[in-house]
């Protein structure tokens, strides 16, 4: 625990929620100076009190509305199934508290974009808790396509695959919030925003599970000159690997990117030796020994981290709030919208028989 728990003059957080991503910030915010764990908050009062007992000085309540009236709380975390977090993140800013959101900030464009207005309105720090963004991985990686050091970007490909099966109540696959896009797919397009911009066209194509929602989706980001092509499911596991591709060399972000700790830096003629050419369509056992072995036109830079990696995203929150901001230009609440709109304008087609 932070050596300022229980300091008043520490960054006070409270979450909502109680599941494993609630209990992965926890204990993260050991990892982030000057936070400390105020309170928890769950519909369950047992669930509440157990979260509690596992971090020293932190309250429990049963109720939202008790936990968002607590001064000690100087920002809330929200940690619930995805169909609750733009109902409970409005709550927070009406009541004052900034609020940090567990992806994705809604289950639609409509959502982000309310939060967004409330959070301006009433001048209350509101924003997704897209950690992968602050990873320092992923903030030198951008540093590195930025600086034009692989050259104009051609194309970004990135997939992130987690099987998981279809159990009746899964939250994975319910009807409201559930689906690979909102779980996984706003990963990879919020990280292609992040390095491309926002797109001048979407396309792509999906293939549904009983419940309605999808089990995996394609997408297709235009931009002048270049392209991002982006995939999600929950139907297998896949190489959760992130790439992108410039005229001068290529950068990938070693699985899972959305966890980065390891990028490549490849150059072009690297790239184009017969044994690497399909890397970037798919990692071959050749590209795994270049990672491995040192050679010319060859750069891995690792960033390891303690904890989760959520510590990056709460303090860059603190250090935001703490200026009086109500968005973080990192993360700001348009390109959560933004992400939200392509998945539904993709969604929009109807459903494919099958999706390879």
Request: aromatic share 8%; charged share 20%; hydrophobic share 45%.
């Amino acid at each position: 625990m932070n050596e300022s728990a229980g300091d008043s003059t520490s960054f006070g957080w409270g979450i909502v929620g109680t599941g494993a991503i609630a209990h992965q910030f926890a204990a993260d915010l050991a990892h982030a100076p000057g936070a400390r764990l105020a309170a928890v908050q769950s519909r369950s009062p047992d669930k509440a009190q157990a979260f509690a007992e596992r971090f020293p000085y932190t309250k429990a309540y049963g109720d939202l509305d008790a936990l968002l009236a607590d001064p000690d709380i100087r920002a809330v975390y929200i940690a619930t199934p995805n169909a609750l977090h733009a109902e409970q993140a409005l709550r927070a800013i009406e009541a004052g508290k900034p609020v940090l959101i567990e992806k994705p900030v809604g289950v639609s464009s409509g959502q982000a974009q309310a939060i967004e207005s409330a959070a301006r309105e009433q001048g209350v720090f509101a924003m997704e808790a897209m950690w992968s963004r602050f990873l320092p991985a992923i903030r030198h990686a951008r540093e590195i396509v930025l600086a034009g050091a692989i050259g104009t970007v051609k194309s970004l490909r990135a997939d992130l695959s987690y099987y998981r099966p279809q159990e009746p109540g899964s939250r994975f696959f319910a009807p409201d919030g559930g689906g690979a896009a909102l779980d996984l797919g706003v990963y990879p397009l919020s990280l292609a925003i992040h390095f491309l911009g926002l797109p001048e066209r979407v396309s792509g194509a999906w293939q549904a599970v009983q419940t309605g929602v999808d089990l995996r989706m394609r997408f297709e980001l235009f931009y002048p000159g270049a392209k991002a092509t982006v995939s999600c499911g929950l139907d297998r596991t896949g190489s959760n690997l992130l790439a992108i591709e410039g005229s001068e060399g290529t950068l990938q972000i070693h699985a899972p990117f959305l966890k980065a700790q390891r990028i490549s830096v490849y150059s072009a003629h690297l790239r184009r030796l017969p044994l690497l050419r399909q890397d970037f369509r798919g990692l071959n056992r050749a590209a795994k020994l270049v990672d491995r072995i040192a050679m010319p036109g060859h750069r891995l830079a690792e960033f390891p981290f303690p904890g989760g990696g959520l510590q990056f995203q709460a303090m860059a929150a603190m250090e935001a709030i703490g200026r009086g901001e109500t968005s973080c230009p990192v993360m700001p609440l348009a390109q959560s919208a933004a992400v939200l709109r392509i998945i539904e304008t993709v969604r929009a087609n109807g459903p494919v028989a099958r999706l390879d």
